[in-house]
């Protein structure tokens, strides 16, 4: 980034060629279209060019093209027109008072699991169901459960604390869970 910030433009062309293919991806995983991957990654990196002098080094480079890219990618999914809004308490767990779920939680699929990711409709079902998320809770889970990225670097890459990048990761998961459940005819609560 030194180099760059200084002008060398092969430099450029080296984090350029270096880390093209994971800010594609995870831009992909974002907004679930090729095209606008294509679009946000140009995006990305003109400002990786053109804001270089801003990158003081705090955090790691990767750090911060994660950032960059979950910026733009979350722009245009909320500049996106909703289709129907989904709500997620509808898929979310039940509770009676005492704490006792309302019925019986989600059914144990551990045995036919292999079987049910290797179908063309579930992996479309999940594209779908992801896509329904709030675009924030989409992000948290697009750089956990997809990118691998810790807690913590997650939090730095999207601006939120340790605690509420879990607990949408936790809400998000319990919505796909549900949802889930429901596609299989099972309660989601």
């Known amino acids: 980034m030194q180099r ?16 093209a293919s994971r800010v594609y991806r995870q831009a992909a995983a974002l907004l679930g279209n090729e095209p606008e991957a294509e679009e946000v990654m140009q995006e990305v990196f003109l400002t990786v060019y053109t804001k270089a002098g801003t990158f003081r080094g705090a955090a790691a480079f990767s750090t911060w093209l ?14 996106r027109k909703r289709r129907r809004e989904i709500s997620l308490e509808d898929y979310l767990p039940q509770f009676q008072e005492n704490g006792h779920h309302l019925v ?6 551990s045995d036919s699991l292999d079987d049910y990711l290797n179908s063309r409709e579930v992996r479309q079902f999940l594209r779908e169901a992801l896509e329904s998320l709030p675009p924030m809770d989409k992000a ?3 750089l ?15 601006g939120l604390t340790l605690p509420a990048v879990k607990a949408r990761l936790h809400r998000a998961r319990l919505y796909l869970r549900g949802r889930l459940a429901v596609h299989f005819g099972h309660s989601p609560t």
């Open 4 to 19: 760059v910030k200084a002008g060398d433009h092969a430099a450029f062309e080296t984090l350029f060629h270096r880390h």
């Open 66 to 79: 994660y950032r960059l890219t979950a910026n733009a990618a979350l722009t245009r999914l909320r500049q």
């Open 104 to 109: 019986q939680p989600v059914a144990d699929w």
């Open 140 to 142: 948290v889970v697009v």
């Open 144 to 158: 956990s459960d997809i990118e691998g990225l810790p807690n913590q670097e997650i939090g730095a890459v999207l």
